[in-house]
Structures are given as C-alpha cells and as structure tokens.
C-alpha cells in the first residue's frame, strides 16, 4: 500500500497570499486567545481532546427542551454488527402533529473532537422550530480511539434505526435530510455514498456545511491558508491521520473515508455544500459540488467571501453569518416543500 504523508513543511513552496478575511470576521478571529488558533498535532492532540471535553458544552435533555418548547429523548440503539450501541439525541417541537421530516445531524470537530449535544440548541431554534422539523443528533465515536469505518458506520446504524422506527419517532422516513458541518459534513457526504450503493435509506436532500471531504491536503487552497483562520494542513493532516491511521493517504482509500476520493457522485440527494473563501477545504468543496454537477445531480453551492472555517459559529452576529444562515434555511425550506408536492427532487 502506497501511503503519502502531506506536510506543510516539508518540501513545500511558500504559501501563496491568501484572499482577506471580511471586516467583521477578522475582528472577531483576532480577539481570540491564541490557544484556540494552535495547531492540533500528533504530540498535543490528547491535551486538546480532554481540552474539548472538559469545555464544549453538553446541555442536559432537560436544557434541551426549553421549558417544553421541545420533546427531547436520548436513545441508544443496536450499532454496527460486534459494535456498541450509539447513541441518538432525538428532538421535536412540542405539539406538532403528524410525521415530521427529519434533519439527520453529524457534528463537526474533524472526527477528533465534538458532542452530539453541542449543536442541537442552534439546530433547535434555527430549523426545527421555523421549519417544523425533528431533528436526531449522532453521538459517533471519534478518532483515534475509533478508526474508519467505524465513525460512518455508527452514523449508517443510527440512519438505519430511525428510518426503521419513523412510526415510533413520528418521523416521515421518506423525508430524511442528512447533514453536517466540517467533519460532520464530511461524514454527512460519505452516508450518502454508503446509503446510495447499500440501497438505502434513500435521503431527500445533503446538508454539507464547510465540509471535510479531502485527505490528501493537495489542494491550492490547503497551502494558502497555511498558519491562517481556525483550521490549517497541519491540524487537518493530524485529524486524518487518527481517523486513517494506516490507510492515511493511501492511493486506494475508498470514498466512504474521504468522500472527494470519490469517482462517481450519479444517484445522490439534492446538495447544499457551503465554504468560506479564505479557508483551506474552499478549493475541495467546490470541486465536490461541481463534480456532482459533472454526474447531472444537483447541488447548490455558496462560498461566502472572506469567510474563514467555522465563522458562522464564532461571529453570529456578523452580516456574512446571518447570510449564511438564511441561505441555508432558504434551501431546506424549499427542498421540503418541494418534497410536500410529492414531487420529490431527482438525485
């Protein structure tokens, strides 16, 4: 097996300029603390991950349900075969009747980091609630205590489970929207892969936000932000090294790892893919939605100028995060009425 290890520093060119930050964004980045900003590297990744742990926060069903402005349930369910179960973080509004379409959520944290109860607050208030949707998180388990497949396949067993039980959970398995951001997005478009040619659950549509796709940190993009934003080649190169270990960089590393490995994109759901312009998975994100253009699916892409890795989250406030958000929501608003017709969008 052929295994290639990309560096920053080794025998690499220097980094070319990078496109600049938008004005707010920058703001906000600068002001913070220089931990946060440090690489993530082989020697310091176990310091980082009990770092996460200690300070992401984990908000209680109890929290999640605001009072009673949601049903929340935390389920555990069979994994993978001699695999333990996973655990799903399911919620609702509260008093909607019928079968709900569902948003299927992966976490972000680049298979190293992150919780399945971190997000959901956000999730809640910004699509469940306006949109009418349920929502299950996915409590995958990370790198490098857990090596691929296993991460993608917890997240099929749970997709299997609740379009199994959508009586159950009051979902419409017919209405299933996958999604994730960053490594969530990633896993989010290599479930599509998997479910596509296991021959389902067949998802409506693919949420992929700032995706990481690429394990081969050869893109222009990957060198020019070099040391810039929030996520760099070195802290990516560190994060798909534990998540691959040995198939790191391997010539035949199948497309259920590292979903822009993939050679046939035909048969997907509807894409949303969005990407900053100044973050290094900008040029891996494109090519993903224009090769699915390529194979005569459909995506829609934004690449939100001057917009570094998870800015949305960092600067809420800004003018470029409240767009992004919009966007988004526009997109999942019209997938589902779209699905509402009984016309439901070609793959």
Partial sequence: MSVR???????????PKAPPFDPELGVVLAALSKEPREPVTPEN?????????????????????????????????????DAPDVTLVSARPSGLAGPLPLLYYMHGGAMIMGNAWSVLPRILR????????????VEYRLAPQAQYPE???????????????????????DRIIIGGKSAGGGLAAALALLARDRGGPAPLGQLLLCPMLDDRGSTFSSRQMTGLGMWDLTSNATAWQALLGERYGAEDLPPYAAP???TDLSGLPPAYIDVGSAEMFRDEDVAYANAI?????????????????????LAPQAALSQDARDARTHWLRRLLAQAGTGSRPAG
């Fill in 5 to 15: 290890r990309p560096s920053p520093e080794s025998g690499r060119l220097p980094a």
């Fill in 45 to 81: 990744l176990g310091a980082r991950q009990e770092r996460d742990a200690a300070t992401r926060p984990r908000p209680t069903a109890e929290s999640l349900r605001a009072g009673g402005r949601f049903e929340v349930r935390e389920l555990r369910v069979p994994g993978p075969p």
């Fill in 126 to 137: 910004e699509w469940a609630l306006p949109l009418g949707l349920a929502v299950i998180s």
């Fill in 151 to 173: 991460p993608l396949e917890d997240c099929y067993a749970g997709l299997l489970w609740a379009a199994g039980h959508a009586a159950e959970l009051g979902i419409d398995a």
């Fill in 260 to 262: 822009s490995r993939a």
């Fill in 293 to 313: 253009w390529q194979a005569g699916g459909q995506a829609e892409l934004h690449v939100w100028p001057g917009a570094y890795h998870g800015f949305d989250g």
